[in-house]
């Protein structure tokens, strides 16, 4: 866990060292209870569900969220008698969705899909649904960023830099949120690489691909779950990925270099988790909890999305899961103050 925390505050740090030598606002205190960490079966089985699973997907249907929560849905039908029902309440970068299940507290029967947009997008608009207001179940995957421009307009990454530095204002790169890991990536090529790239922003990774296909903008920001077939049919044309270590492993992103190997210093990837509404009982969390870690080791996970889409695992918990999220907070509100949003 700490080298997987190392890794995204490492990149994160490129930003955030003028605002860390400043006083800075202090990180908001986790609110409640660390999720509680069931001993015994017997302890997880003090609450099981019944009827229907409100499985909340903050963004739009086709984008890497999505995807992960019905998989995630698909695979723990063999861990639960209970029916999950992924719904997707997109808007506000991911706020909509999660101001949904935040207002549902106490309800042991909603989870929602939690990952860096909306943590972030409640750090920029300082919404009542913040990390630590909610219940945080577990965390289950980090994630590659690509970037993707249409199929034969630039070189490599170095040419499209160069491009945008030479047409001021021209060069247009979307992601789903003001301030999530999409935004971070453009910041990054701005302030890292020099470049001259203006973000905007679409509901999910399928607007993206759909306004990048239709010459609307000239790249997007996605994770390989995300444009993995536009990618492999030639459709368009992945320039790198952020992460320190390439994707190679990936089929169809074999010859996919790494932001870093340009020289830039750049080593930035995501996370994927679980989370819940304010005041779940401890034993719907122990529930939950167990059944996800049943999750995290099905071979439909680890082989069929895991490993097929590119994540690494990285299932978290509890305390070590408070704290994880405690540091990307942090590491968000100082990015955020560093580039001006906030």
Not at 4 to 22: D, N, P, Q, R, Y
Not at 99 to 122: E, F, I, N
Not at 212 to 218: P, V
Request: aromatic share 10%; net charge negative; with cysteine.
């Amino acid at each position: 866990m700490k080298k997987l925390i190392a890794i995204l505050m490492a990149c994160l740090m490129v930003f955030g060292m003028a605002a860390c030598t400043s006083s800075n606002e202090p990180a908001a205190e986790p609110a409640a209870e660390p999720a509680a960490e069931p001993s015994t079966e017997t302890e997880a089985a003090a609450w099981t569900p019944k009827g229907s699973i409100d499985f909340v997907c903050p963004y739009s249907a086709g984008g890497g969220s999505d995807v992960c929560a019905r998989t995630i849905a698909d695979v723990m039908s063999n861990y639960t008698d209970a029916t999950a029902v992924v719904q997707n309440l997109s808007g506000g970068g991911g706020l909509v969705g999660t101001s949904y299940v935040y207002g549902k507290a106490g309800d042991d029967m909603t989870l929602c899909t939690y990952a860096p947009g909306q943590l972030s997008a409640a750090i920029v608009q300082s919404a009542e649904c913040s990390w630590d207001k909610l219940t945080l179940i577990c965390l289950l995957a980090t994630e590659e960023q690509t970037l993707v421009v249409q199929p034969g307009k630039f070189a490599d990454l170095n040419e499209f830099i160069q491009y945008s530095k030479d047409h001021p204002g021209e060069v247009t790169v979307a992601g789903t949120t003001i301030g999530n890991e999409d935004h971070m990536c453009v910041e990054m090529l701005n302030r890292v690489a020099g470049a001259n790239i203006t973000y905007v922003t679409y509901d999910s990774a399928g607007d993206i691909m759909t306004a990048l296909l239709g010459g609307h903008i000239t790249g997007g920001i996605c994770n390989p779950s995300e444009d993995h077939a536009q990618v492999k049919s030639g459709d368009v044309d992945c320039l790198c990925s952020f992460g320190e270590n390439d994707i190679h492993y990936i089929e169809g992103f074999e010859n996919v270099p790494t932001a870093k190997s340009f020289g830039y210093d750049i080593d930035f990837v995501m996370f994927r988790g679980v989370a819940g509404p304010p005041g779940m009982s401890d034993a719907a969390v122990a529930y939950w909890v167990d059944t996800f870690a049943k999750v995290a080791e099905d071979k439909a996970w680890t082989e069929d999305y895991i490993g097929s889409k590119g994540l690494t695992p990285a299932f978290l918990y509890g305390d070590d899961l408070q704290k994880f999220m405690k540091d990307q907070y942090d590491a968000y509100y100082e990015l955020e103050k560093a580039v001006g949003l906030i």
